[in-house]
Nanobody, 127 residues
Framework: VQLQASGGGLVQAGGSLRLSCAAS????????MGWFRQAPGKEREFVAA????????YYSDSVKGRFTNSRDNAKNTVYLQMNSLKPEDTAVYHC?????????????????????WGQGTQVTVSS
């Protein structure tokens, strides 16, 4: 699976962006998809994850209520709608894919659970 993230940019605090992650491969619909972000000098941080059926979606506490994770298996694309952005959301956002079927034990919250990664897209939120 190859992943290509896009949609980042510069936005003022309170604004919105929608990230997209396009995937190649016939089996995209069976993959668990995650979003992580990494700010300079910080570790990679879990943002959101979505099961293959979109029946289960997970968010970090820091983005819950502001970000919405969705997927379109027909388009091999996963989306991250980011609203009410804050300066602390500034980071490089990466999408990732895992063949795992469920997030049992919280596996989907850790970067090591994912086998495939996109190159990242920069999100900068100005105050």
């Amino acid at each position: 699976v190859q992943l290509q993230a896009s949609g980042g940019g510069l936005v003022q605090a309170g604004g919105s962006l929608r990230l997209s992650c396009a995937a190649s491969g016939r089996t995209f619909s069976s993959y668990f998809m995650g979003w992580f972000r990494q700010a300079p000098g910080k570790e990679r941080e879990f943002v959101a994850a979505i099961a293959w059926s979109a029946g289960f979606i997970y968010y970090s506490d820091s983005v819950k209520g502001r970000f919405t994770n969705s997927r379109d298996n027909a388009k091999n694309t996963v989306y991250l709608q980011m609203n009410s952005l804050k300066p602390e959301d500034t980071a490089v956002y990466h999408c990732a894919a895992s063949p795992g079927a469920t997030c049992s034990g919280g596996g989907c919250y850790g970067p090591g659970w994912y086998d495939y990664w996109g190159q990242g897209t920069q999100v900068t939120v100005s105050s």
